[in-house]
């Protein structure tokens, strides 16, 4: 099983970027996608979900501007940023599991698979 994210780079305030998440030895579809992000010298924080069905659920600091989708054909998670800020920048890291329900999406330790993670940057 490999997630492997990518899409991240260094872009101005109020700016927009779309992560992926394409998996390989799972099928994304029956799966709970998480999103995640850590900055430098701060813990793995909850930024959004994608589940089995479509529905999303999302962290409220990135609510109304981050929006996660899949492309089952694709097996690919997308995680659409914009109105980017400063305080964004971090790394972020796609992560599935395949149990998971409403009360443990926010939880990284539930998650059984994680990819690498992918650099945002948000400069001012």
């Known amino acids: 099983v490999q997630l492997q994210a990518s899409g991240g780079g260094s872009v101005q305030t109020g700016d927009s970027l779309r992560l992926s998440c394409a998996a390989s030895?799972?099928?994304?579809?029956?799966?709970?996608i998480g999103w995640f992000r850590q900055a430098p010298g701060k813990r793995r924080e909850f930024v959004a979900a994608?589940?089995?069905?479509?529905?999303?659920i999302y962290a409220d600091s990135v609510k109304g501007r981050f929006t996660a989708s899949k492309d089952n054909a694709k097996n690919t998670v997308y995680l659409q940023m914009s109105s980017l800020k400063p305080e964004d920048s971090a790394e972020y890291y796609c992560?599935?599991?395949?149990?998971?329900?409403?009360?443990?999406?926010?939880?990284?330790?539930?998650?059984?698979?994680w990819g690498q993670g992918t650099q945002v940057t948000v400069s001012s």
């Open positions: 992560a599935a599991d395949a149990s998971l329900i409403l009360s443990s999406v926010r939880t990284d330790n539930y998650y059984d698979y």
């Open positions: 030895g799972l099928s994304l579809s029956r799966y709970t």
């Open positions: 994608i589940f089995r069905g479509s529905s999303t």
